[in-house]
């Protein structure tokens, strides 16, 4: 490379301003300062989507499809997709019950536990960066607010089971810790044993580290995990995942890599379930 | 620099960023990573006349941390230094040719895609997509320069 050829840029400049910018880089990761700044402007730039798509949008779009006569059409098709995929969510738990958990009465027991009068609610996913998904350790996505914020520590499930939990809300949308989210944190079981698995920043892939020494269970491919509902906030019983892969940690603990079989990215719709205490 | 300018410059990076979340969606599993918005916000800091200095680069950097949902002061602290650079090194570029430059901009676009991944993806960091990716935005580099050079002609006073 060559030489740097003397010039006039300002470097005094640059200097405060990467200073200023580390500054808020440290304060952002270690306490979270601008957690509130960034889920405002989200609230913000998801509702200006909104909007614009209602005011602007859509009306464009409903002009075009009434000259083809066929709004009433594609409407009722809408509503259909959107019905089935929220009867796929309410009847997810029926419709796997035999290999969704251990056994009917954990089924049973589960339905039973569920308040009568407000079991759960449906929401609508408002945004979800893939991107960060696929590439990054955060694993996180945003719902619409029904009436009123979803309660911080709600289970979020789709068709295809546990995709997280909620971890924040504010006045337009809540935000969901997804179960591979590199923070989060599920407690799991086979048979006797029990442990909590952490996510894994890879997507649908869980880790679960155990100290052979104290656990003398041995584990084969494919071996399946259900939540264990320790902790209180996910339900008992249902099946997180199975292994895909044993690996020995650098420190003599075994790792279990378990693919959860809840995949966010198939549905647009998901139901939040409380546990009794919340709700 | 103009406002519209300024707006123009900062309507392309940021197009340029969607374009790259939309793409590497379906690319980041065969660890490769395009850095689109880098390498237009880099173009653009290497073309003007009237510089791209901090200022502006760190607040083209805090917007892209604020759309993006990364870490807060993560691209304005990476657009900023590499604005530093790109400026420090803007005579010596008049010796070195295309091809040159261009592996210039792709070690740059490693190095930035290298920080991300140290804040944003600790845990899985993969030294092969950033080795992979070198490759990938030395390549995205040229059409970027050819296609921007055309967008600049047309739409840029």
Known sequence: MARIAPGNTPKFGYFVLIILASLFLYLDIQYKTFTSTKNFFNAGLIATNLVIKNIVFTPISNLYKLTNNKLALINSNELLVNELELSKSENFLILNKDKLFNDNSELYAFINDIPNDYPYEIATISSFDTNLYKCCDNHRLHLFNNSSPFKKGGTVINSTGIIGQISDSNNKVSEVILISDINHSIPIKSNTFFCNANGSGKPQVLECKYDPSLWKESFEIGRIFYSSGLGGIFPEGIMVGSIISIENAADGDILLNIESIANPLTQKNVIVLYPNDIK | ?157
């Open chain 2, 1 to 157: 620099m103009t406002l519209n300018n300024f707006i123009r410059i900062f309507i392309t990076i940021i197009f340029a960023n969607y374009i790259n979340s939309k793409i590497n969606f379906f690319i980041t599993d065969y660890y490769i990573n395009f850095t689109l918005g880098f390498l237009v916000f880099s173009y653009w800091v290497y073309t003007l006349k009237e510089h791209l200095y901090a200022l502006p680069s760190f607040c083209i950097g805090l917007s892209i941390d604020l759309i993006s949902g990364s870490p807060f002061g993560l691209n304005a602290l990476l657009f900023s230094i590499s604005s530093y650079i790109i400026h420090s090194y803007r005579y010596s570029f008049k010796i070195f040719s295309f091809l040159q430059v261009t592996i210039f901009f792709a070690f740059l676009a490693m190095f930035y895609l290298g920080f991300i991944h140290i804040f944003m993806n600790t845990a899985n960091f993969s030294y092969l997509l950033i080795f992979l990716s070198f490759f990938l935005n030395g390549i995205a580099w040229v059409f970027i320069y050819i296609l921007m050079n055309r967008f600049k002609k047309i739409f840029y006073k």
